[in-house]
């Protein structure tokens, strides 16, 4: 248990639906992350979070929308997904974003596109 | 390419059997860690390293920082089944918030 939940845990949906993930940490921190992570893959950062305030979009497709209502809270959008973007989607957070500071990841969301 | 290099990609051992994973890059990193990730879970933090050639121990876990901060060994001593998982190594090159990960190295130990 590391402080950061992810629902769902398993989600398949096809390719014309529109579905949402969320993330919730409990730890107090202030930046928020979403992760990929496919199958031989390098971990690929997202999005980034820092109070509340988008401070990174890594060239993510739009059809990936992510949402910040406060800082313990970060969603992650989706509609009209295509089969690649089959992965685990991991969310992480940390005290803030900047420096080697330590992010705590949440058990992830395997998400398969049909 | 990969910023970071993972090898080897899989490694299965016997249980009290020694294995070393490296980490290899072009880049200089501010700082570098190890992560542990188990089926089902996302990564956990395992170590930071900061200074070229430092050397830090985690019971029977033994990190390397290479002298020109470009890459990074971990070696398991005596390895045990509960030290099976995928083991990632990720870089801070700036000191920003943009860690760079490696593939990871997926870690069998058999009993």
């Known amino acids: 248990e590391t402080g950061v939940t992810q629902t769902p845990r398993h989600l398949v949906m096809g390719m014309t639906n529109k579905k949402s993930l969320k993330c919730e940490q409990h730890l107090g921190h202030n930046a928020m992350y979403w992760y990929k992570q496919s199958a031989k893959k390098p971990l690929e950062l997202m999005f980034v979070y820092n109070f509340k305030e988008q401070t990174e979009n890594n060239s993510v497709p739009s059809r990936f929308s992510p949402e910040c209502p406060n800082s313990s809270h970060l969603f992650l959008h989706l509609h009209t997904l295509q089969p690649e973007d089959s992965a685990l989607y991991l969310c992480?957070?940390?005290?803030?974003?900047?420096?080697?500071?330590?992010?705590?990841f949440g058990p992830g969301t395997r998400l398969t596109v049909l | 390419t990969q910023l970071l290099e993972q090898s080897p990609q899989f490694l299965s051992i016997q249980e009290g059997e020694n294995l070393t994973v490296y980490c290899n890059s072009s880049?200089?990193?501010?700082?570098l860690q190890w992560y542990r990730q188990e089926p089902g879970e996302g990564p956990v933090l395992l170590v930071t390293v900061v200074t070229g050639g430092e050397v830090k121990k985690l019971k029977r876990l033994t990190f390397q920082f290479g002298d020109a901060r470009k890459d990074s060994s971990l070696h398991i001593t005596a390895a045990q089944p509960g030290d099976t998982g995928l083991y990632l190594c990720?870089?801070?090159?700036?000191?920003?918030?943009?860690?760079?990960f490696g593939a990871g190295t997926t870690v069998t130990v058999r009993a």
């Open positions: 990720a870089g801070d090159r700036s000191n920003d918030y943009k860690l760079s």
């Open positions: 992480a957070s940390s005290q803030v974003a900047g420096g080697p500071d330590e992010q705590f």
């Open positions: 880049s200089v990193f501010s700082s």
